[in-house]
């Protein structure tokens, strides 16, 4: 598994094999204790990702801190290693860079299908090799997840692409440069901005990037390649400028906090009646997140770094529409659907970013919530009280989603498949046991795939 995962202990397999058997491991909540307490957030995985892939194109080492420990650091720590960087632990959260001796520009299969993020070796190679070789990326089953925008913006910076069994293969012959006025894209994307500001920095001239993702972790990409003496200037807004620039030096930076750990941690003490102080946080980035949980009837208290979070009434169903940032993001869709199976009345959640995110309901349906799905809207009706059950998690916030209903749950609730879990939150079971919660990891045998084969 990917727990204490610090460099040293890395493992890309999500499984340990055992007398061909495999030997998995599972979540055991005993559900009903109300969470107390106060619980640090770690940093953000969607900005670590992408900049510890970044860190490839500096001309020099770099040190990144506040970077979690979950598998898909595990996985972007093994992506630069497998190109020839040397990585060295400086502690739990800190790490040390040095892209010098990078050769590669071929990212082995093995890393890329682990994760979505592994796309942003694209434009980190191309940016430094003007060519780049990734094998189409992995990442949660939430419908269909293509790259078209991302390699629409590396054309117009002068590279050709072509995908062959499964591997995007970019080109860029004459060097990178802007070769258009403006890239605009048709749908907002954190993935194609991101991917497209990481290639253009070193690409000749000024690029600008049209109806770009405004995501916290945009910014702090934009962040940390200027900290690099990169050019890049509007992040945060809808338009982004870039002016190329030949090199990049060293840099050391920190991570901002994950807000989508802090908004779990937020619905998981209102479903739990309980009373927690989140630490570690830019209020500013949760703000719609707190927004709802105010209008379930959650008590929330801003302070500078903090969020303290309870409640002392009954919570009642609200509407949800997920959209880009500033909007409520759609990786908090599940979580906040879990709360509302507790808050009394109707609730109608509409999904607007992924064509697939509600694959969890069925599972919480077996927890006795009453759900039910029409394409992109699914109509909760409230105030049930869930009752413990076997489980599966089916992506990482669904995961997330069935530990805040089986921390409120009545009773033994077992989830399974938390490899998805563990690559995306910083350990949860020993944050959420810190707060009072009863919650176990416990080994087990596959005998599912035993039984196929
Ligand atoms: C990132 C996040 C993910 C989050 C999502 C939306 C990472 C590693 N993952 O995913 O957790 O749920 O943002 O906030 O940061 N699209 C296209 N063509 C493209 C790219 C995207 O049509 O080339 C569409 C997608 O199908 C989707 C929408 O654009 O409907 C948004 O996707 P995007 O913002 O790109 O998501 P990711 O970057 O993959």
């Not at 293509?146 to 054309?155: N, R, V």
């Amino acid at each position: 598994m990917y727990r204490n995962c610090p460099h040293i202990q890395r493992k890309c397999e999500q499984v340990t094999v055992t007398r061909n058997l495999k030997i998995l491991e599972k979540y055991i909540v005993n559900g009903g204790n109300p969470l107390k307490g106060e619980v640090r957030i770690s940093g953000a995985k969607n900005a670590a990702v992408a900049i510890i892939i970044a860190a490839l194109m500096a001309d020099e080492p770099c040190t990144l801190r506040n970077i979690p420990n979950i598998g898909d650091v595990s996985v972007c720590l093994n992506i630069l290693e497998s190109l020839g960087a040397s990585v060295k632990v400086i502690d739990k959260t800190a790490y040390y860079i040095d892209p010098r001796q990078l050769r590669s520009y071929s990212v082995p299969y093995e890393y890329a299908r682990l994760m979505r993020a592994s796309y942003y070796s694209l434009g980190a190679l191309l940016g430094k090799f003007s060519k780049a070789c990734v094998p189409l990326p992995g990442g949660c089953p939430l419908g269909s997840r293509p790259i078209d925008l991302h390699l629409k913006a590396f054309a117009a910076l002068g590279a050709e692409s072509k995908i062959e069994k499964g591997v995007v293969m970019l080109d860029a012959k004459d060097g990178l440069r802007s070769l258009q006025k403006k890239i605009y894209f048709d749908t907002v994307s954190v993935g194609a901005t991101m991917n497209t500001m990481l290639a253009a920095v070193k690409a000749q001239g000024v690029t600008t990037i049209d109806n770009a993702a405004r995501e916290p972790h945009v910014v702090d990409l934009a962040n940390f390649l200027n900290s690099m003496g990169a050019q890049v200037m509007g992040a945060g807004t809808s338009v982004i400028r870039i002016r190329g620039v030949s090199r990049l030096h060293g840099t050391d930076y920190t991570i901002i906090p994950d807000q989508i750990e802090a908004g779990t941690f937020m619905a998981a003490a209102a479903a739990t009646g309980g009373d927690i102080t989140v630490t570690n946080i830019v209020p500013r980035h949760l703000e719609y997140i707190t927004a709802k949980l105010s209008k379930i009837g959650v008590n929330i208290e801003e302070n500078d770094d903090s969020v303290r979070v309870w409640t002392d009434g009954p919570l009642m169903g609200t509407d949800v529409k997920t959209n880009p940032h500033p909007g409520f993001p759609t990786d908090m869709q599940p979580q906040i659907a879990a709360l509302l199976c507790m808050a009394y009345g109707t609730s109608v959640i509409t999904e607007r970013v992924w064509e697939q995110r509600f694959n969890y309901i069925g599972e919480l349906t077996r927890m006795g919530a009453s759900i039910s799905v029409e394409g992109k809207v699914a109509i909760v009706d409230g105030g049930q009280q869930l009752k413990g059950a076997p489980v599966q998690a089916c992506d990482l916030r669904a995961g997330a989603a069935l530990i805040i209903a089986a921390l409120a749950a009545d009773g033994i609730t077992e989830i399974e498949n938390i490899e998805h879990i563990e690559r995306g939150y910083d350990n949860m079971p020993e944050k959420l046991r810190l707060l009072g919660a009863n919650i176990k990891v416990k080994d087990f045998p596959d005998l599912a795939a035993a039984s196929i084969a």
